[in-house]
Structures are given as C-alpha cells and as structure tokens.
C-alpha cells in the first residue's frame, strides 16, 4: 500500500518561499506521474501542478505559474514544490497524489493522496 507523507508547510510571511515535500513509502514513486493540488477550507480542491515521471514535463495551473517549480528525486522517492513569492491567497492545505488517469488535472484523476501538510501566507 503506498503512503504518501508532505511535509515542508508553515507560516510564511507575503513574498517568502517555501519548499514542500512529498515522499512515498510502500512503494516507488518512479514509474508514476505526480501532482500537487491545494484546498481551502469550503472550497474544492484544485490543481496546483504536475511532474511526468522521468521529471521532463512540468505543467502548472496559470495562478502559480512562474512562482512555484515541481520537481522530483526518484532515487529518494521524493516529489518537491518551490514555492516562491508567496501570496495571501497561496493560503491552504496542500496535497500530493499519484496521477492515474488523463487528463491529470482534476482531483479524480490521481489517487493515493498524502494528509497534506498547511501553508500559511501573512501579510
């Protein structure tokens, strides 16, 4: 059973950066595409970014494009998500998950999904 743990989330004053982290145990990360998604409370979760497996193909969803980068060590099971230039409404619980199905950018096409980890942006 693959477990995915995010870590890495915190209190981040406006313009800061941060790096999250999402590694897996149970089983290799390397064979899969992954992605980081974020959720609000009372809001659905929504895509963030993804990584191809081999690291070759980045995608981003508009709002973070340019500010956060998604990367990956598959030889330490790891997925990364820089985050620079924060801003308020980076505010959320963010996910990592395993990308099953195309098009890879809705909540049901990935499964596996970490507890998330909380990132907060104060101004």
């Known amino acids: 059973q693959v477990q995915l743990v995010e870590s890495g989330g915190g209190l981040v004053q406006a313009g800061g950066s941060l790096r999250l982290s999402c590694t897996a145990s149970g089983h290799t990360l390397s064979s899969y595409l992954m992605g980081w998604f974020r959720q609000v409370p009372g809001k659905d979760r929504e895509f963030v970014a993804r990584i191809s497996w081999s690291g070759g193909a980045t995608y981003y969803e508009a709002s973070v494009k340019g500010r956060f980068t998604i990367s990956r060590d598959n030889a330490e099971n790891t997925v990364y998500l820089q985050m620079n230039g924060l801003k308020l409404e980076d505010t959320a619980v963010y996910y990592c998950?395993?990308?099953?199905?195309?098009?890879?950018?809705?909540?049901?096409?990935?499964?596996?999904w970490g507890q998330g980890t909380q990132v907060t942006v104060s101004s």
């Open positions: 998950a395993i990308g099953v199905r195309l098009p890879y950018y809705r909540v049901g096409d990935y499964d596996y």
